[in-house]
C-alpha cells in the first residue's frame, strides 16, 4: 500500500488526480518502485527549476524578454522621464541595461537554493502539492524558498550590480537629478531591493510555466525514470 499511494501521488502531481481516481476505483497498481516514484517527483521538479534558470541566466534573458525586463525602480521614474527632457537619455539607457545586466548574472547563484528544498520534500508535502492547484510544486517552492531566496540574492545581486557597474550608472543619475536646481524631493531608492524582488519574481514565473509543460507534454519528460513515471498507463 505504501508504494502504491507513493505512486498514486507522483502520478498525480503532472497528471490528473481526478482521471486516475475514476479509471482505477482507487491507486493504480503498477511496475513502479517506491523509489522509482521518489526519484520521478524529484527529477521532475529539478527539470523545471533548471530550465526556468536557464531560461534567465544568460545575455537578454532579462533586458531582451519583455516579460522580464527592468526599468528603474517605480519611485525613481520621475528621474527618468526629467533626465531625457534634458538631454540625458543615454545616461538613464547605461543604468537600465546594467541593471538587466545585473539580474541575468545573479539567477545563476539560485539552483542550490531549490535543491535543497527539493532534497527536504516530505510524503506530507507531496500530498499538499496533490490536493492543490496545477502551481501546486511552484506554491510549494514559494513558500519553502522565497526568504532564502532574498536573503541569498540580496549580497549576490548587490555584488552584480556592482561588478556590471549598474550601481554607478544608477548612482550617476540620482545624482544628476538631485543636482538639478528644480528639485526639491531626493530621490535615492534602494535599487538592490527592486532587483532582487523582480529576479525572485520572474523566477518563479519561469518555474511555473515549466510545471505546466511537464505537466501537459510527454515530449518535456527528458529522462527515462520521467517517462516511465508520468507515462505509464493505467487500467
Do not use: W
Amino acid at each position: 500500500m505504501k508504494k502504491s499511494l507513493l505512486f498514486f501521488i507522483t502520478a498525480c502531481l503532472f497528471t490528473s488526480c481526478e482521471t486516475l481516481i475514476n479509471t482505477t476505483g482507487g491507486y493504480p497498481s503498477v511496475g513502479v518502485t517506491e523509489q522509482e516514484a521518489s526519484t520521478g517527483i524529484r527529477q521532475a521538479l529539478t527539470q523545471g527549476v533548471s530550465k526556468g534558470i536557464t531560461f534567465l541566466n544568460h545575455t537578454d534573458g532579462f533586458f531582451g524578454n519583455e516579460t522580464y525586463k527592468l526599468f528603474l525602480p517605480p519611485e525613481a521614474q520621475k528621474i527618468e522621464n526629467v533626465l531625457r527632457t534634458i538631454g540625458l537619455g543615454s545616461q538613464v539607457d547605461k543604468a537600465i541595461l546594467q541593471i538587466n545586466r545585473a539580474a541575468e548574472d545573479a539567477v545563476g547563484y539560485a539552483k542550490p537554493i531549490f535543491v535543497d528544498a527539493i532534497t527536504e520534500m516530505t510524503l506530507q508535502d507531496a500530498l499538499n502539492i496533490v490536493k492543490g492547484p496545477k502551481n501546486a510544486a511552484t506554491n510549494y517552492f514559494r513558500e519553502k524558498t522565497n526568504a532564502k531566496l532574498v536573503t541569498a540574492f540580496t549580497p549576490v545581486i548587490k555584488s552584480s550590480l556592482d561588478k556590471l557597474n549598474a550601481t554607478k550608472y544608477y548612482t550617476d543619475i540620482v545624482n544628476s537629478y538631485n543636482k538639478l536646481p528644480t528639485t526639491f524631493n531626493k530621490v535615492n531608492p534602494d535599487l538592490t531591493s527592486y532587483v532582487v524582488e523582480k529576479a525572485t519574481a520572474a523566477l518563479f514565473d519561469q518555474i511555473e510555466k515549466e510545471e505546466a509543460n511537464i505537466r501537459e507534454n510527454p515530449v518535456a519528460r527528458t529522462t527515462q525514470i520521467l517517462k516511465k513515471v508520468f507515462g505509464t498507463k493505467y487500467s
